[in-house]
């Protein structure tokens, strides 16, 4: 059941619109503006290239493991659990995570550090400011103007779902001169979501993967105290279930404990700091979506474990020293040559740096692993790739 709209929830008909007015357009159905911009964002093709780009293992080919696609949707669900239960705005909430990931390159963080790297020179790489690239300027779904035109309360959320930035990338620079983001500042309780909800689906997913690649075992999981815990009362609850089935009830489990507890603590700190409205939102000074002070230190316990046992495995930095060669490769083959790339990227080529570095950073990060692939051993020669690409 939804709860009664909260004061402090972002409301579609007092926002701050779009960067291109499109008064007089013709109303494809009864949605509002946060409705069209989740809906923008699924019908694009970046959001579609999601299906095969890497979340923990790189190209994976078992049918069975996350990809981008699988891992923005498991947010979108959450976030959108935790919006209504707050009386929150859920559309709003749903597009803020559906598009949190579409920046990402191929090979995930193996590939964004490969592309941080050869363009240093240019101003380097990142993620989170390649979103808000793509989604305003690289996809051409309209005839009158380059990106999706989200609105702005989107574009805000984007942009600093994990807070204030400071320092903002050339990408994000970028965008913020465009449509005066004020990066300074919290973004919306929706967008606060966005990002805590990202956290408790890898928190929790990455187990589930991690366990079916054979990288991580139940017995190594229990050192984790929340883990333990919720095993524990799991294994009393079905005392002869396998284990792999048991995991996937100790996932669901624990994805429940962190929503219920974060449930609780936002709505205390929402009632601590007497904010009334959204402009006291980003005025607060502070996360108002978070953890209890318990939840967070054993949240983090489980990142730490998850770094040193998956993210670290020897099978997995195996797999990102190839992918990040390959990454490299690429961008040092169509740098020397850009005219290797296809047609459509080669009309649009920059004559001077850095903006042809970034035009070339902008193909290779809109690649699919597979179309990665594929290109290196195009424009580069045979990829080598461990086992289980």
């Not at 507890?261 to 402009?279: K, Y």
């Not at 290779?364 to 424009?379: F, L, P």
Request: hydrophobic share 40%.
């Amino acid at each position: 059941m939804s709860a009664a709209p909260a004061p402090c929830a972002s409301d579609p008909t007092r926002g701050r619109g779009r960067l291109h007015p499109e008064e007089g357009s013709v109303t494809r159905g009864p949605r509002d503006d946060y409705q069209r911009d989740r809906d923008r964002i699924i019908h694009s093709i970046a959001f579609r290239r999601l299906r095969h780009k890497t979340q923990v293992f790189l190209a994976p080919d078992g049918d069975h493991f996350r990809v981008r696609l699988t891992h923005s949707l498991e947010v979108a669900q959450i976030g959108r659990t935790i919006a209504r239960s707050l009386g929150l705005n859920e559309d709003l909430t749903e597009a803020i995570c559906l598009a949190h990931d579409i920046g990402h390159p191929p090979f995930g963080h193996a590939g964004e550090d490969a592309l941080k790297a050869a363009t240093i020179a240019q101003g380097g790489f990142d993620h989170n400011g390649h979103t808000l690239r793509t989604l305003m300027r690289i996809e051409h779904s309209y005839p009158r103007f380059a990106g999706l035109n989200l609105t702005w309360e989107t574009l805000e959320g984007l942009a600093k779902h994990n807070g204030p930035v400071r320092h903002p990338g050339w990408a994000l620079a970028e965008a913020d001169a465009a449509a005066r983001l004020e990066l300074g500042t919290w973004p919306s309780l929706e967008a606060q979501i966005a990002a805590i909800a990202d956290d408790i689906a890898y928190d929790n997913h990455d187990i589930d993967d991690g366990l079916r690649a054979g990288l991580l075992t139940p017995e190594q999981l229990r050192a984790v105290p929340l883990v333990a815990r919720g095993w524990a009362a799991a294994k009393a609850r079905f005392p002869d279930i396998s284990d792999r089935r048991l995991s996937r009830e100790l996932v669901r489990q624990q994805i429940g404990a962190m929503v219920l507890d974060l449930i609780a603590e936002t709505r205390r700190r929402i009632a601590e700091s007497g904010v009334g409205d959204v402009a006291d939102v980003r005025a607060a000074g502070r996360a108002l979506v978070a953890f209890s002070d318990a939840m967070r230190e054993e949240e983090r316990d489980l990142k730490r474990f998850m770094y040193a046992n998956l993210y670290h495995h020897p099978r997995q930095l195996e797999a990102e020293e190839a992918a990040h060669r390959a990454v490299a490769g690429l961008l040092a083959a169509l740098g020397a040559d850009p005219l290797l790339m296809p047609e459509e990227w080669r009309a649009a080529l920059p004559a001077e740096e850095p903006a042809l570095s970034r035009h070339i950073a902008d193909y290779i990060a809109g690649m699919t692993d597979r179309y990665a692939i594929r290109e290196y051993e195009r424009v580069v020669g045979p990829v080598d790739m461990p086992e289980g690409f």
